[in-house]
Nanobody, 131 residues
Framework: VQLQASGGGLVQAGGSLRLSCAAS?????????????IGWFRQAPGREREFVSG???????LDADSVKGRFTIGRDKSKNTVYLQMDSLKNEDTAVYYC?????????????????????WGQGTQVTVSS
């Protein structure tokens, strides 16, 4: 199945949002969600899709420089989701946020930022930050 991103909305600059990524059953590449490397990406109007944060199968994380210190990626094992906690939001964080699976990630590898490695893209969730 494709991944489902949720939790977006309208927030004032400086505020916070928490996004969630989930999949019911196995992902579109056959791996269970809990055993998958997951990446968060975003795409603003007129711009290319860009990497935001990723979490590997072993739990290591990687953040884009633009969100370091403000965004946190993690797994909520009780809900079988991957979350993206976004604090100190800025206008430039406005975008549609997507989560996806790095299907070829091995257990020892860290998160990868290149979107071409990812599959099972869902419809995304809109985040709008106002001044």
């Amino acid at each position: 199945v494709q991944l489902q991103a949720s939790g977006g909305g309208l927030v004032q600059a400086g505020g916070s949002l928490r996004l969630s990524c989930a999949a019911s059953g196995r992902t579109c590449v056959g791996r269970t969600f809990s055993n998958s490397a997951i990446g968060w990406f975003r795409q603003a109007p007129g711009r290319e899709r860009e990497f935001v944060s990723g979490i590997s199968r072993s739990g290591s994380t990687l953040d884009a420089d633009s969100v370091k210190g403000r965004f946190t990626i993690g797994r909520d094992k009780s809900k079988n989701t991957v979350y993206l906690q976004m604090d100190s939001l800025k206008n430039e964080d406005t975008a549609v946020y997507y989560c996806a699976v790095d299907a070829r990630a091995v257990l020892s590898s860290g998160p990868r930022s290149n979107p071409t490695f990812y599959d099972c893209w869902g419809q995304g969730t809109q985040v709008t930050v106002s001044s």
